[in-house]
């Protein structure tokens, strides 16, 4: 335990600035305009679901608060392919998504300020937001706090605003009332609120940051819980709030892909300027959302290299994982390159693959929580916090599966599967390659503060490089050692 580690608090601001990002801002429009009014089923059931994957990974990471989190309980379940596996593909698949963060954010700035290069103001948020984690935990959850609570706030405006016009608050205005713009609940059928589920999850998506996060927590197995249930708590009422307010003031028919909901409902009503501030704190949630990533891009990395899937120059025994926040900024600048050089068929086939990559990653965390309960029951002091266990554990894993394998029917998604089951591919290849012709990589001789279990004597350095060696050793070469 950390005694000045993050708190419930920060942790909680740190999931909301992940969380709520240009997937809720803007992307939201396509899945309201697919579902219609049933959208308010559609983040309902999907809070239910992210309740039970946060609650499966607050489990294991009171039990073993570790920076490498579900990567690492996925090793120790299935074994070290599936930790590499599942911790490259996450990486991978993050990365090219905040790629395509930035430039989003720098198509925003640009309209503003024309004469402004795109991809200049792309390259320049991606450098400072990774300036700006290498400055450490602490201070990066104090700026996410911020930036966390001007979208919140812009969402709780949003709120009063919407409230202020249906019931007539504003002088010399009559209210709308509370009748549905759209009265048919289902305008496009069931499948249309299943079209709507990948899209809502995405939303819900960058949660896993607490569990990334837990290793420099404040009393762990108190502060995760904690921060885990704020997070979810604040998540649905606010989705769901937004989504019953925004029914009476537009019609889901008229939404866009290219403009966000709440802006599209208070331009509809007149009130552009209030949009326009709307539009302001998307660009601030984009940002918000590439800093709280950005934190967990460098912890999983440093994992990686820890445990020795990575090559050696990413192994960091500071605080700070420096080399992997850097490497990842690095990556982000060439995938942000790749949308300026490469057609758009194939970057927006690239980018696809990230939302498979956080599919898998929940999917995995399902999983091994499932091996884990049946190892070790209840950790810790036979403490449950996922009820109803196995029931629960596994309506989440089929749940998933269901959105993975309907993915090809929802337009645009099939190239997300393909290229996610293509990253698998490569990286199983170059797991089993490596482990023919090893990299020049070893674990970390130092562990973080904090991680793995309880230690009740202080080893000499000498003896943790021994044991950390011989752990190398009989991973690398399991016939020799």
């Not at 998307?282 to 590439?290: D, K, N, R």
């Not at 050793?473 to 050692?481: S, T």
């Amino acid at each position: 335990m950390q005694k000045n580690g993050l708190s419930a608090f920060q942790l909680t601001m740190l999931a909301l600035g992940s969380v709520v990002g240009g997937s809720f801002f803007l992307g939201s429009s396509i899945a309201i305009q697919a579902a219609g009014p049933s959208i308010i089923v559609a983040f309902v059931l999907e809070g239910i679901l992210v309740y039970f994957i946060l609650t499966a990974l607050s489990e294991m990471t009171v039990a073993n608060p570790h920076s490498g989190s579900f990567r690492t309980y996925a090793a120790e379940a299935y074994g070290p392919f599936m930790g590499y596996l599942v911790g490259w593909v996450y990486w991978t698949g993050l990365v090219l998504a905040m790629s395509s963060e930035a430039t989003a954010a720098s198509l925003f700035i640009k309209s503003w300020f024309p004469y402004l290069s795109l991809p200049l103001v792309s390259i320049g948020i991606i450098i400072a937001v990774t300036l700006l984690n290498l400055l450490g935990a602490g201070l990066v959850t104090r700026l996410e706090s911020t930036l966390a609570a001007i979208k919140l706030l812009a969402i709780l405006v949003f709120i009063a605003l919407a409230v202020v016009l249906i019931f007539g608050l504003l002088p010399g205005r009559a209210p709308i009332g509370l009748a549905v713009q759209n009265p048919v609940f289902f305008p496009h059928g069931i499948g249309g609120l299943a079209g709507s589920t990948l899209i809502v999850l995405f939303s819900y998506a960058g949660f896993e940051v607490i569990g990334l996060a837990a290793s420099e927590a404040r009393d762990p197995q108190k502060t995760i819980p904690r921060a885990i249930r704020a997070t979810v708590i604040s998540l649905i009422g606010l989705y769901v709030a937004v989504a019953v307010l925004l029914l009476p003031l537009i019609s889901t028919s008229q939404l866009s892909s290219k403009v966000g909901p709440m802006v599209a409902a208070l331009n509809f009503r007149g009130l552009g300027v209030a949009a326009g501030v709307v539009n302001v704190v998307l660009v601030t949630a984009i940002l918000s959302t590439m800093l709280a990533c950005t934190f967990s891009l460098g912890r999983m990395l440093r994992s990686l290299a820890d445990n020795g899937d990575a090559p050696v120059f990413l192994i960091d025994r500071g605080d700070v994982p420096m080399r992997g926040i850097l490497f990842s900024g690095f990556a982000m600048l060439i995938g942000v390159s790749m949308s300026y050089l490469l057609p758009d068929r194939i970057y927006i086939f690239l980018v696809s693959a990230g939302g498979f990559s956080l599919l898998l990653a929940y999917l995995v965390i399902m999983l091994t929580h499932l091996r884990f309960r049946n190892r070790k029951g209840c950790p810790p002091n036979g403490h449950c916090q996922l009820s109803g266990f196995p029931y629960t554990t596994w309506t989440a894993i089929v749940s998933l599966l269901i959105i993975i394998v309907t993915m090809p029917l929802i337009p645009g998604q099939g190239s997300g599967l393909f290229a996610g089951l293509l990253l698998l591919v490569l990286y199983s290849a170059a797991y089993f390659l490596f482990r023919l012709v090893p990299l020049r990589t070893a674990p970390a001789a130092k562990p973080m503060p904090g991680e793995g279990t309880q230690q009740h004597g202080h080893a000499s350095p000498d003896s943790t490089r021994m044991k950390s060696l011989a752990n190398y050793l009989r991973k690398r070469f399991p016939h020799r050692y």
